[in-house]
C-alpha cells in the first residue's frame, strides 16, 4: 500500500487535476468490480444475469464499468439474484 500512497503523492503533483473528484471516481470504480467479481462467482455471463433481470446485457455492462448512475433498485436485484445482500452506508 506504501508504494500506491507514494505514486498517488507523486502524480497529484504532476496533474493536480485529475485527481480533482478521484475519491468519488474510485468508489464507482470498486462498485463495478464488486459486482463483477460477484456475477462471476455465480458463474453468470453478463448477459445471463441480464435475463434474469430482465435488463439490457448493455445495462450490466455499464453497471461493471462505468456506473455513476446505477439505480438503487437495480442493484438491489442485482444482488438478490446473486444470493447475495446489498448494504448501504451512510457514514
Known amino acids: 500500500m506504501k508504494k500506491y500512497q507514494d ?9 493536480p487535476e485529475f485527481w480533482n473528484g478521484y475519491g468519488k471516481r474510485f468508489e464507482v470504480f ?3 468490480i464488486l459486482l463483477k467479481q460477484a456475477r462471476q ?6 448477459e445471463q444475469i441480464a435475463d434474469k433481470l430482465s435488463l439490457s446485457k448493455s445495462l450490466i455492462s455499464r ?3 462505468d456506473a455513476p448512475d446505477v439505480r ?11 444470493g447475495k445482500k446489498l448494504y448501504v452506508v451512510l457514514d
Open 41 to 46: 462467482v455465480a458463474g453468470l455471463t453478463q
Open 30 to 32: 470498486k462498485l463495478g
Open 63 to 65: 453497471m461493471e464499468n
Open 72 to 82: 438503487l433498485t437495480h442493484l438491489e436485484r442485482f444482488a438478490e439474484t446473486l
Open 7 to 15: 505514486y498517488k503523492a507523486k502524480r497529484m503533483k504532476q496533474s
